[in-house]
C-alpha cells in the first residue's frame, strides 16, 4: 500500500518548509501517525533539502520520537528507583499479562504500546505510570489490571 502525503504536505505547509522547524514537524508527523515512518522520512528529506541520516539522527536523539508505531494507547512505566523499589516491575508483569506485550511491543490492534522508562518525575506516586499524559500512581497489580480493563472497554464501546 503506498502512502498519500497529502497530510505531510499539510504539516510541511504549516511549518512554511522551514528546515529550522524539524523537531516541530517531526512531533506533527508522530502525532499523525503515532511513529515516524521511513517513507515519510524521505519525503521531509526531499522537501526540505536535509538529508535522510540527519533527521533520523533528530529522531533517534530525542526520546519522545519512535520509528516504530506505537499503540493507540501510550503505556510508560516508571523504573526509577522510587518505582522499581515500590515493585514497578510487577506493573510491567501485569501489562504483560493482560495485552500480551513486551516493553517495547505494540499489540496487533495498534491499540497498547509498552515502554519502561528511567523517571517519570512522579515517585511521590510510585510506583507509577503514564498513558497518553495522564499519570497513575500508588499502583499494584490489579489496579493495573483495572485500568487496562476499563481502557479495553472503552475502545469497545467506541467500536459498536
Request: proline letters at 3%.
Amino acid at each position: 500500500m503506498e502512502r498519500s502525503f497529502e497530510k505531510v504536505e499539510d504539516i510541511l505547509k504549516k511549518h512554511d518548509y522551514d528546515r529550522k522547524k524539524l523537531i516541530k514537524i517531526l512531533l506533527d508527523v508522530q502525532k499523525e501517525y503515532r511513529h515516524i515512518p521511513k517513507d515519510v522520512v524521505n519525503y521531509i528529506s526531499v522537501a526540505l533539502g536535509i538529508s535522510p541520516a540527519k533527521i533520523f539522527g533528530v529522531a533517534t536523539f530525542y526520546a519522545q520520537f519512535s520509528l516504530k508505531p506505537k499503540g493507540e494507547y501510550e503505556i510508560y512505566i516508571c523504573d526509577g528507583t522510587a518505582c522499581h523499589m515500590e515493585g514497578s516491575m510487577a506493573l510491567v508483569k501485569a501489562i504483560e499479562e493482560e495485552l500480551n506485550i513486551k516493553p517495547g511491543e505494540v499489540t496487533k490492534d495498534l491499540k497498547f504500546s509498552l515502554d519502561k522508562v528511567g523517571c517519570l518525575g512522579a515517585c511521590a506516586l510510585a510506583p507509577a505510570m503514564v498513558i497518553n499524559g495522564e499519570v497513575y500512581g500508588n499502583l499494584n497489580e490489579e489496579k493495573t489490571k483495572e485500568i487496562l480493563k476499563k481502557l479495553k472497554e472503552r475502545k469497545a464501546d467506541e467500536n459498536v
